[in-house]
């Protein structure tokens, strides 16, 4: 079974500056997705960002970016220019890529981002 | 915003009683998930549903059952409440013909006393 595991349970940052969130999974399965979610007290949970395990190349989403490093194991998210509307829980999360797994989900554990103005 | 609603939203009861929670899409997706969230935990999969009256367990099944007599529908039972149970639930739906990104519904905060 897949793991994913957030070893932040909490960070903080400065309005305008720039944080990084970090994730490792365990797999034995050499093709499959990561997620970021944004979850802020509303209780929405909110996509932010997906990899392709296959892309080498990382993905971006505007001030939003991740470094993926496969053979690692690693997915950290790099929030840059950061603002107050970026205060949330981050969850990172698995997906086989094959149709068995009919697109279930495993989350790491959370972190809590706090912004500082 | 996918059409996704989740009833109650707030529920409170006493350990012992029996508690559904509804799930109810508009999206005509295939695949329907119930979560749990508990703090450390992050959300972990309870039950699923890979089409009409096909379900399966997930991680944290124990004291859960679900039904699906309809595409848009997903319920979640929990038979006799406990206080373990208490938790934020999340459903969730997916489509293979849209590379199964999954979209969340608002949650539904349950407390059993």
């Known amino acids: 079974a897949q793991t994913v595991t957030q070893s932040q349970p909490e960070m903080s940052v400065q309005e305008a500056e720039t944080v990084t969130l970090s994730c490792t999974y365990d797999?034995?399965?050499?093709?499959?997705?990561l997620f970021w979610y944004k979850q802020p007290p509303s209780r929405q949970m909110i996509l932010v960002i997906r990899q392709e395990a296959y892309k080498q190349q990382n993905a971006t989403e505007n001030r939003f970016s991740v470094n993926f490093q496969k053979a690692a194991k690693s997915f950290s998210l790099k929030i840059s220019d950061s603002q107050l509307g970026d205060a949330a829980m981050y969850f990172c999360a698995y997906r086989s890529s094959g149709g068995t797994s009919y697109g279930k989900l495993t989350f790491g554990q959370g972190t809590i981002l706090t912004v500082h103005p | 915003d996918a059409g996704i609603t989740q009833s109650p939203r707030h529920k409170v009861t006493e350990t012992g009683t029996p508690v559904t929670l509804r799930c109810h899409q508009t999206e005509n997706h295939r695949y329907m998930y119930w979560y749990r969230q508990d703090p450390g935990h992050g959300l972990r999969l309870i039950h699923y549903?890979?089409?009409?009256?096909?379900?399966d367990k997930g991680e944290v099944s124990d004291g859960y059952s679900v039904s699906r007599s309809k595409t848009e529908d997903f319920l979640l039972t929990l038979e006799s409440a406990t206080s373990s149970q208490t938790s934020v639930y999340f459903c969730?739906?997916?489509?293979?013909?849209?590379?199964?990104?999954?979209?969340f519904g608002p949650g539904t905060r349950l407390t059993v006393t």
């Open positions: 797999t034995s399965e050499s093709d499959y997705y």
């Open positions: 969730a739906i997916s489509d293979p013909r849209k590379s199964y990104e999954q979209y």
């Open positions: 549903s890979y089409g009409v009256k096909d379900t």
